[in-house]
């Protein structure tokens, strides 16, 4: 039975961003999720939108992340119009913190070549940095200052998404998803608990649970599910501005006095179980940062897994076989990530020029830099 002109695998962020793209372009779409939308990765994470403190260096993956970035006021208003939510998108600038003179040489090579960019950064000595953050700790040595990473609550996000793909008509079906169905090296549609949904295009958006679908061509060590345990505390007013991370996670402030701390980065396969040495080095990397958490109650602990990749890439755009999209892979930049991925794929699913190249982004990058 065909259902849609594209089958969406996967209802997160990315699926249901994708699926809202298609929509206003004219497309039928169905999105195929197994639980609630936006339940696993897309709930789990901070919302942190930092692609200045998260980057390692100059190159393409770079200059994704940052265009994303650059998409997100307009995107948090378009949101916000079509499904009533205001997903709490804040500019409010991060503090990477450095508590020894090994953590100040990093910061100021970073400051550095992102000046050479053209990027804001600042690096700051703890004087400096604590004007900024009454509340960060007396230890701090420095911070690099990243004026243009922001936040936005991702849990209003993925409802924001959801209500959104479904107010511009996406279709969203509940169910097991068997395996991507081919015909004459082509895929053309899904199998949902024994019923195959046919399409013209599927993407597969299915996040650390991509490899376990039948036919995607996604090898299971290609993506792997990484999880990371996450505590929320509440304070009664807020003690931070801004975020404030260290080389051993963050912490994040919500503006009604929530504090998201996190993360571990565990390869243990599905198992979400939060555990108590996670919980233990949250807690003692939030306190050295800003030592007065140490009397905020702990309102809620959690994992989830976030799609990791050998190179820490996504994969976008041409799967394996004509039909198939992939959009997956984001691991710890998926909530930054969505704007413009559902955009580059949307382009890519239409047949249309995508607004970035993809190359960098393939399926078989991996194969394309061996034989190199």
């Known amino acids: 039975m065909r259902v849609s002109d594209v089958i969406i695998v996967g209802g997160g962020i990315m699926g249901c961003g994708i699926a809202l793209r298609l929509r206003q372009a004219g497309a039928r779409v169905t999105v195929l999720e197994r639980s609630i939308p936006g339940a696993e990765a897309s709930s789990a994470a ?13 190159g393409p993956f770079l200059d994704l992340c940052l265009r994303s970035r650059g998409l997100y006021p307009a995107f948090a208003e378009e949101l916000r119009e079509l499904s009533g939510v205001d997903i709490a998108y804040k500019p409010c600038g991060i503090l990477k913190v450095a508590f020894a003179d090994t953590g100040v040489h990093h910061l100021e090579a970073t400051v550095l070549w992102q000046r050479g960019m053209g990027l804001r950064a600042e690096l700051l000595d703890g004087e400096q940095a604590r004007a900024l953050e009454p509340k960060l700790s007396a230890r701090a040595v420095a911070a690099a200052h990243f004026p243009d990473d922001h936040q936005v609550d991702n849990r209003l996000l993925v409802r924001a998404l959801t209500m959104a793909a479904a107010r511009v008509g996406a279709e969203f079906r509940s169910g097991y998803v068997r395996g991507i169905v081919h015909e004459d090296g082509r895929a053309v549609g899904v199998d949902l608990d024994g019923e195959v949904l046919r399409a013209d ?6 996040g650390s649970w991509s490899s376990l679908v039948q036919g995607a061509g996604v090898e299971a060590k290609s993506v792997r599910p990484a999880r990371g345990q996450m505590i929320q505390l509440q304070t009664r007013l807020p003690l931070l501005q801004r975020v404030l991370t260290s080389e051993k996670g963050y912490v994040v402030p919500r503006a009604d006095g929530r504090v998201i701390a996190g993360s571990t980065m565990e390869l243990v396969g599905f198992d979400k179980q939060v555990t108590a040495a996670g919980l233990a080095r949250i807690l003692d990397m939030a306190l050295e940062l800003c030592p007065e958490l140490g009397s905020a109650p702990i309102t809620e602990t959690w994992a ?12 976008l755009g041409e799967g394996p076989t004509p039909g198939l999209f992939l959009a997956t892979g984001h691991f710890r930049n998926g909530i930054l990530l969505a704007p413009i991925t559902a955009k580059l794929v949307a382009q890519a699913v239409l047949g249309e020029r995508t607004t970035l190249d993809l190359a960098p982004f393939r399926y078989d990058r991996g194969a394309a830099r061996a034989r190199a």
């Open 201 to 206: 295009a599927i993407v597969l958006a299915a």
């Open 46 to 58: 901070a919302g942190m939108l930092a692609p200045q403190m998260e980057s390692d260096g100059p």
């Open 304 to 315: 989830g897994f976030r799609p990791w990749t050998e190179d820490k890439r996504p994969y």
